[in-house]
């Protein structure tokens, strides 16, 4: 087990050092001068000599990429071309709306997802398990955007139940973050269920096929006690992997949904960084979303690893 | 008739005879043939021109003039999303076609070679994966400017690494097999095998992540449309057209509806297709009861 750690974690650095690199890269494939882009028509003289300088980039490039690492490593990833904020608070600040936005969603997901899936594998042809599959297949093909759109028509303009927009802290007013936050959570939970659904569907029905669990039926056990017993906690080990990548993916991928709800998180970060040329927010929004991303991806191989020893043999 | 070409036209005909009989795949192949057709000759189709302007038909609710209701600028919706189905066809098939190139060419080196360059190539595959797929796609678009071929090679990019893993784990388990030692024993050279050899004999899963990366490339285009990164007005995109609507949702709302609906259909579409080849030419991919059920 202890290799396997130290296998993954060395794994994991090789990866997260290349990608330091791409999002290095990112700004040298900028058309032109970045800093004269981003400028635009503030252009003047000093404040441009002075964001290059602090960027590094009057160095030689490969001493850019050095110092934007060693810099990084520091939590240092520079100011923001547009207010002369350091990079991190600005991307730090906004971390709170998009975790409170995916991990509701995650949970709004799971509600839906486990009941759903489950049933539908334990009563496999059954009208629970077409409608399971139907809704998979919707919720995989449906712009989530779209579903938000609609959202709003029906849950604002209709009935006028919910805000179309915005966002409260949670610490600020419970109530009034959870009015706001369950739109874009629903909307977003919903693709997410029908993702969980097939998954958890497809391996309990795995699971149901193994010689195991044919042997606890024929000891006459009730099906209750061998759903929960022996097939849910097997069918259960690879979901959390799924469950986890889907948490990771929705922590940097739902700029369109935030963008959608005025909700001011990392995604809605980077959509203004975009479209006002402040390539160093660009930066430090993407290598933050993607540390996390690998972070989460380590921490569910280890926990998979510790909950099936198999795969630290093999 | 070689054993090769036999085998390629049964998965062929399998593929195709499963399209028939499955009434979703079929369903889905109808859709997607109304949507070429509608591609193709859009312009030509659309009952009126995309950017004519009408102020005295502002925001018009579906009528049989109008059967999808007017903009905002009084334009016919019903022929902007006809002639916007070609946007998101051109860039599905172009960025898929980057992406199965670039990621086909890397996963066979990688799997054939094995060694350094399967190390060097399969871990820039995985720092690519690192990243949310739309996030890299609006970083790539950011640093190269809003627009069509931008996001095609955005798109291209990120859907790189899945065909390039796909592609390496079908050559790992083919370059074992007898026939391919047979090839290295009489002489024939790296590139004839993986031409004439192994990339045949992994079509299969390849034909079924096309499919599938379709559906999720037409997502991506219409996401990065909605940021207006895609497509730049007046041009259509079914993403930009729902961006433009979202503020006349509650005021009109076949804004948003018949432009989402648009990118439903031909997603699902791509994905009930893509979930019947899959069936027939990748069957390690089904569940254990789908698959009794398909020998039952």
Known sequence: ?314 | MSERTVNREGQLRRALVALRRDPLALTGSLVLAVLVVVGVGGSWLAPSGINEVNVDQMLQPPSWAHPFGTDELGRDVLSRVMVAARVSLQVGLVSVGIALVVGVTLGLFAGYYRGWLDNVLMRCMDVLFAFPVLLLAVAIVAVLGPGLVTAMVAIGVVYTPIFARVTRAGVLSVREQVFVRAAVSVGASDLRIMRRHVLPNIAAPLIVQTSLSLAFAILSEAALSFLGLGVQPPDPAWGRMLFDGRGFVTDAWWLGFFPGAAIFLTVLAFNLVGDALRDVLDPRQLTVSEARRSTA
């Open chain 1, 1 to 314: 087990m202890a290799r396997f750690v130290i296998r993954r974690l060395l794994q994991s650095a090789v990866v997260l050092l290349g990608v330091t690199l791409v999002v290095f890269l990112l700004l040298q494939l900028v058309p032109g001068d970045p800093v004269r882009v981003a400028l635009g028509t503030r252009f003047d003289p000093q404040t441009y000599e002075a964001l290059r300088a602090r960027a590094g980039l009057d160095q030689p490039l490969v001493v850019q990429y050095f110092d934007y690492l060693r810099r990084a490593l520091t939590g240092d990833l520079g100011v923001s071309f547009r207010s002369g904020r350091p990079v991190t608070a600005i991307v730090l600040e906004r971390l709170p709306a998009t975790l409170s936005l995916a991990v509701t969603a995650v949970v709004f997901a799971m509600a839906i997802a486990f009941p759903l899936g489950i049933v539908s594998a334990i009563r496999s042809g059954s009208l629970v398990d077409h409608a399971a599959r139907v809704f998979s297949q919707f919720g995989v093909s449906v712009p989530d955007f779209w579903m938000g759109i609609m959202g709003i028509l029906l849950f604002s303009g209709v009935l006028g139940w919910l805000p179309p927009s915005g966002y409260v802290a949670l610490t600020e007013d419970p109530g009034r973050w959870a009015s706001h936050v369950a739109l874009p959570a629903a909307t977003v939970g919903l693709v997410t269920a029908s993702i969980l659904t097939r998954f958890i569907r497809s391996s309990m029905l795995e699971v149901l096929s193994e010689d195991y669990v044919r042997t606890a039926e024929a000891k006459g056990l009730r099906t209750r006690v061998v759903v929960l017993r022996h097939v849910l906690r097997n069918a259960l080990i690879p979901v959390v992997t799924v469950v986890a990548v889907q948490l990771a993916s929705l922590l940097g991928g739902v700029i369109v949904i935030e963008v959608l709800f005025a909700w001011p998180g990392i995604g809605r970060l980077t959509y203004d960084a975009v479209a006002a040329r402040d390539y160093p927010v660009l930066q430090g929004a993407v290598l933050l979303v993607a540390a996390l991303f690998l972070l989460v991806n380590l921490l569910v191989d280890i926990l998979y690893a510790r909950l099936d020893p198999r795969i630290t043999v093999k």
